[in-house]
């Protein structure tokens, strides 16, 4: 079993950045595939970012493609997302999720989940 913690969220203006933490509990994380999933007020969860146990492979959302890095650092157990040029449609509750070994084909999939972040930009 894996405990994840996120941090980093907050407050800032359209354009601006944040980088956002996941640190993992255990001594397996490496074989853990790990994502980041978004919930915006009144709409569903949506993915946007995994990346693969080594961190050779990386997926995002269409809609963060390009602004949004994911990153991870098993010696340290932990997962990051790097989120830059933000706008105000990126304001939402930001999960960090783990599932064993691989990518899941849905954020759904996910084994475990963290209690989320905020991330609000203003316009």
């Known amino acids: 079993q894996v405990q994840l913690v996120e941090s980093g969220g907050g407050l800032v203006q359209a354009g601006g950045s944040l980088r956002l933490s996941c640190a993992a509990s255990?001594?397996?994380?490496?074989?853990?595939?790990m994502g980041w999933i978004r919930q915006a007020p009144g709409k569903e969860r949506e993915f946007v970012a995994a990346?693969?146990?080594?961190?050779?492979?990386?997926y995002y959302a269409d809609s963060v493609k390009g602004r949004f890095t994911i990153s991870r650092d098993n010696a340290k157990n932990t997962v990051y997302l790097q989120m830059n040029s933000l706008k105000p449609e990126d304001t939402a509750v930001y999960y960090c999720?783990?599932?064993?070994?691989?990518?899941?084909?849905?954020?759904?999939?996910?084994?475990?989940w963290g209690q989320g972040t905020q991330v609000t930009v203003s316009s």
């Open positions: 999720a783990a599932n064993h070994f691989s990518v899941p084909g849905s954020w759904d999939e996910y084994d475990y």
């Open positions: 255990g001594r397996t994380f490496s074989s853990y595939a």
């Open positions: 990346i693969s146990r080594s961190g050779a492979s990386t």
